[in-house]
């Protein structure tokens, strides 16, 4: 089963523009990533909260966490066509052992030029 | 290259037929992941090593999952008898940490596996 869930699936937007995603989690967590794919390619760490931050920035990426509404949101901004790729989030919640990071489905973003 | 490698990229396997997926992760890394990811969705866990102890099992879908690490680096996740749900990208990911995911995880490009 999948603890993330990301908001909305799909987010088509113009070169320029602000892309905002959001993610919603089941259980309480030690901490949340935001990881980037690109079609047909592995997955690339983007940046990575703690449950006791509440906002973090990495150049265009500024991500912000509510634990109280166990909820996250990733904001690129500026976007750029190169930026097109699907988004996922993970929390390092849920597997038996505790090692897993739990992904959601993904926002899958189109930026045009 | 220092990350993560994955072989063969793609595979196409006959209903039945057993596959290996090789994995090799950044060197000196003591934790690696397998996660399955079908169209479409997020990666799903498989399962965890921390050097060559597979420490959680818990994501394989059936008996016919096997991975192993024997020497601590190299990994092989292999699947019996494949059959077409199988069909997903098999995802290999190492990590420096040991223990709960609190650094980030470094993905290899996966294997396409398509079973016909």
């Known amino acids: 089963s999948q603890q993330g869930e990301e908001d909305p699936q799909a987010l088509s937007i113009q070169e320029g523009e602000n892309a905002t995603m959001n993610c919603s989690y089941k259980?309480?967590?030690?901490?949340l990533q935001w990881y980037r794919q690109n079609s047909g390619r592995g997955l690339v760490h983007l940046i990575l909260?703690?449950?006791?931050?509440r906002e973090k920035h990495s150049g265009r990426l500024r991500v912000t966490l509510d634990t109280s509404k166990k909820s996250s949101s990733l904001l690129i901004t500026a976007s750029r066509a190169a930026d097109t790729a699907s988004y996922f989030c993970?929390?390092?919640?849920?597997?038996?052992?505790?090692?897993?990071?739990?992904f959601g489905k993904g926002t899958s973003l189109l930026v045009t030029p | 290259g220092a990350g993560v490698s994955q072989s063969p990229r793609y595979k196409v396997a006959k209903r039945g037929q057993d596959v290996a997926l090789r994995c090799d992760p950044i060197?000196?890394?003591?934790?690696l992941f397998w996660y399955q990811q079908a169209l479409g969705q997020g990666p799903e866990f498989l399962t965890y090593?921390?050097?060559?102890?597979?420490?959680?099992k818990s994501g394989l879908p059936s008996d016919r999952f096997f991975a192993e690490r024997p020497e601590g680096s190299v990994s092989t996740l292999k699947i019996q008898r494949t059959q077409q749900e199988d069909s997903a990208v098999y995802l290999c990911?190492?990590?420096?940490?040991?223990?709960?995911?609190?650094?980030?995880?470094?993905f290899g490009q996966g294997t396409r596996l398509t079973v016909v």
């Open positions: 990911a190492s990590s420096f940490s040991r223990g709960n995911m609190n650094t980030e995880a470094f």
């Open positions: 259980t309480s967590i030690n901490n």
């Open positions: 909260i703690r449950s006791n931050e």
């Open positions: 993970a929390t390092d919640a849920h597997s038996n052992s505790g090692y897993a990071l739990n």
């Open positions: 060197s000196g890394h003591v934790s």
């Open positions: 090593f921390q050097n060559e102890a597979q420490l959680d």
